[in-house]
């Protein structure tokens, strides 16, 4: 069983920085693509950015592009943190951020339903 656990988040003022983690245990070959979405109130999950297992890909979300990195990682394991660090924080970035795990394809990456397990999410909180 997949399982993910983020940590990392916190207020910051504008400009600010966030390393943003995830544990994930359980990984298998059914897995070839570890993704973040955000989720502010009021608004719709947002896909931030992915990395997929295999081949390095990595994408993002035009909103964050240039301010966000997300790591590649390997599968020699069934255990891998996926991180996302975060740069130049703007008030509009202020979400529940959400790691996710799943068999996606480079068009549907930013689709949640793409995605077979979530964490819990962690809040990131960005002030003006």
């Known amino acids: 069983q997949v399982q993910l656990v983020e940590s990392g988040g916190g207020s910051v003022q504008a400009g600010g920085s966030l390393r943003l983690s995830c544990a994930a245990s359980?990984?298998?070959?059914?897995?070839?693509?570890m993704g973040w979405f955000r989720h502010a109130p009021g608004k719709e999950r947002e896909g931030v950015a992915v990395?997929?297992?295999?081949?390095?890909?990595?994408?993002?979300?035009d909103s964050v592009k240039g301010r966000v990195t997300i790591p590649h990682i390997s599968q020699d394991n069934a255990e891998n943190t996926v991180y996302l660090h975060m740069n130049s924080l703007k008030p509009e970035d202020t979400a529940m951020y959400y790691c996710a795990a799943g068999w996606t394809s480079y068009g549907s990456w930013k689709l949640p339903a793409s995605y077979a397990y979530w964490g819990q999410g962690t809040q990131v909180t960005v002030s003006s």
């Open positions: 990395t997929y297992i295999r081949d390095s890909a990595s994408y993002y979300a």
């Open positions: 359980g990984i298998t070959y059914g897995t070839n693509s």
